[in-house]
């Protein structure tokens, strides 16, 4: 079966669901989810949206100001331009699309604070910001009549031809031919090469492994953010991320002797960006031989620490902990890729017609460290640049008709066999122990050599064209082109 589209997005996260919305009606879009709709990156956000929107003591000025310090000043500023200028267009989008933000007494929007930014500025669903956000946009796509929303739909192999784009989708057990004038990879992180990780488990960087395949520039891969205070429940994989906007609203840092230390590290104390509160708990652990830290918000009102953060007060207690009264076990873990598919203002990638928004793409914005709450915003605002910018070339007639796209050979092999086990568990323990906050380049050398064994032999075996395949595949791509950045 093949079938032909204007465009093939790739995702059903805050960038690709906005990326639709933001397309003319008149144009025939697929979009694709390689599992439910709702499991992804962008539901898991608990912290809110960061923007200048209907400011009073604040300023798109400020907004950039944070988020070059966050970024090291390494930030690409024709992007991060467009990031806090944009920021309240998106907002007023949403608001209209019925998300809902809390609100005071007075029934203005309330605005939080998270580590790095300088004013409140981050607006929020009580501790489940992305969840709202995601379903409500989701909600207005599937109004569209334009759209095909498909779930369960993995991408696995896609290339580039004379007229677009050709894509191999596996649904239900089927490979189809998929062909589109343009393509937006809309994929989300990469988390899942790490052992511990507060990602989804769809974020295994298939995206990111078409793009490089297909020749496109990617940047940055080894720039990945570690969240400081992830719930240490070292016994499963699955981090919960416990939201910075509890740091925000005033909990402290503890360490294993129940003392602050943030002091010691830097001035702005909790409140200093991701990657310094990381390293300094990393280094606190390593001068007093343990890795046992704590957030501490008991002397909060009670009742305010309940609605303020509903989900994690549940969550905590489901795991024996009363963040009202007990002190909260935390320790850093993977959480953010800042690096990707690099990109232009317009989220085209270095492939003509190719796109990519969102987590997996690399727009610059963040330069070296994000700043809390700028990646839901980013992936709406380039979410719209790249819709603005592929309407505009179909209106230009830059492309093909649509009964005339070509359509790639993707062979199927007979005799293919499955993966051998234990591919991504070795990947894992490799990224694991070769980077975690600050590399470890013994490891880091030795981890490069054996990755590079292992797509070698993935890239040329002759195996079943599967989940396990293309995202084991994914992750040892993804753990190659970060360790050739680390060494
Ligand atoms: C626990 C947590 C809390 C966070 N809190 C915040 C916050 O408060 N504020 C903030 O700004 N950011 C936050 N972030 C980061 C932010 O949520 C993400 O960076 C952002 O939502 C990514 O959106 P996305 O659309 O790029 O990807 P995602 O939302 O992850 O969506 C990726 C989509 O791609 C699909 N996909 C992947 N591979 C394939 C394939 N091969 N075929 C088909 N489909 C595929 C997936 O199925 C999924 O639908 C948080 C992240 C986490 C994990």
New binding site residues.
Partial sequence: MVKNYDVII????????YTALNLPDELKILV????D?I????????????AVYQPKDDSVGMHTQDTLIAGGFKNNPDSLKILVNEAAHEIETILKLGVDFDRDEHGELHRTLEGGHSRRRIF?HKDS??FEI?TKLQDALKKRPNTDIVEN????RLKKTSTGFSAD?LHNDEHCTFNSRYFVL????I?RVYDYT???A???G??ITFAYEMGANIKNLSLIQFHPTAFNNKHTRECF?I???VRGEGAYLKNCNKERFMQNYDDRLELAPRDVVSHAIISEGRKLNSDEFYLDITHKDPEFLKNRFPMIYKYLLSQGIDMTKDMIPIYPCQ??LMGGINVNTSAMSSIDGLYA?????HTGVHGNNRL????????LVFGRQAAEDISKRITENQSCPLDSLESADFPVNADAVPIPRGIRTEVRHIIQKSYFVIPNMQEALSGFERISEIKRMLEEGNFIIDQNY?EAK?LTTVAYLILKEVI
């Fill in positions: 790739a995702g059903t996260g805050a960038g690709g669901i694709i989810t390689k599992r709709l499991l992804c990156n962008s539901a898991l956000a608990q912290g809110g949206i960061a929020h910001t992305g995601t739909a993995l991408l696995c989708i809309a994929t989300g992180g988390g507060t990602n989804s769809i974020a295994t298939d995206g991320l939201s910075e906007a959480h953010y928004v969102g987590e997996c793409s809390a709450s700028n990646s839901l915003l980013e992936a293309v994914s």
